[in-house]
């Protein structure tokens, strides 16, 4: 009886943990966003602010904010997006529920639709900033299996520069492009937003579209209940 009464309550007081996982090439902006979301999610770091001074990743950062709205818990991967560290990167696939891909707006050149095809292959048709090589590391990533069908948030971030691309350029530019190259025909639950993680502008909204995608997927990958 004491078992069977622990664990209804138990049940009654948990709440769904789901595991975010921020990825990008390194400088996206990862740490940022990171810092941001704690500052609007807990109250702890909301009375100093967001810590805004970060240093590049070497392994990762972890924080879990509590929702009421709602009621659950995210858990934050932040991991290192230099070269030598996205290997590392696989051994959180298979317990992630979402993926945030952060994209530096201002490091991929204008993101022009006609080139990326043969931007590789063209390093004298302008300055394409980083923009294949961050095609092909989130091609990479979702061509992995543990990730098949894991909701997928592409932030294209510093939307607060005035070098920056549009949103619907790095939509058309790049995610399409990757998408159409996806292989297995696999439905995956996509988004592509605008975002400041300096500034905060548009991370609320990832956040919510993260809620609601988790939960929605949750069949396919079930919480962890805390
Ligand atoms: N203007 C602007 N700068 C940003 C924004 N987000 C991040 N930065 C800056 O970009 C630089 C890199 O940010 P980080 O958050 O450390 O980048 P990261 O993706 O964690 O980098 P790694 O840890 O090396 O993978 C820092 O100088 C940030 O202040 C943004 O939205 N706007
Ligand atoms: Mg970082």
């Known amino acids: 009886m004491y078992h069977l009464v622990k664990g209804l ?4 007081t948990s709440k769904e943990e789901y595991s975010i996982l921020l990825l990008g090439l390194d400088n996206a902006g990862k740490t940022t966003l990171l810092e ?3 500052a609007a999610y807990t109250s702890t770091a909301s009375s100093t602010g967001p810590n805004l001074k970060t240093v590049p ?9 509590s929702l009421t709205e709602p009621p659950l818990y995210l858990k934050v991967w932040d991991v290192g997006g230099q070269h030598a560290l996205r290997g590392l990167w696989q051994s ?7 993926i ?3 994209i530096d707006s201002t490091d991929v050149g204008d993101a022009d639709i006609a080139s990326l095809g043969a931007a590789a292959g063209a390093a004298e048709d302008g300055d394409k900033g980083r923009l294949e090589e961050c095609r092909k590391v989130l091609e990479s990533v979702l061509q992995n299996e543990d990730t098949e069908g894991v909701p997928l948030l592409v932030l294209a971030n510093k939307q607060d520069r005035e070098d920056c691309v ?4 790095i939509k058309e530019g790049l995610v399409r492009k990757v998408f159409e190259g996806e292989s297995g025909g696999s439905v995956r639950d996509s988004r592509v937003l605008p975002c400041s993680a300096l500034t905060g502008t548009g991370v609320q909204e990832a956040v919510e579209w993260l809620c609601s995608r988790v939960r929605w997927n949750k069949e396919a990958r079930p ?3 805390r």
């Open 223 to 225: 919480p962890v209940m």
């Open 9 to 12: 309550y138990l049940y009654a």
């Open 36 to 38: 941001q979301i704690k």
């Open 100 to 102: 945030v891909f952060v």
């Open 166 to 169: 549009e949103v619907v350029r």
């Open 92 to 98: 959180y696939y298979a317990s992630c529920h979402a």
């Open 57 to 65: 990743t070497v392994g990762q950062n972890v924080s879990t904010i």
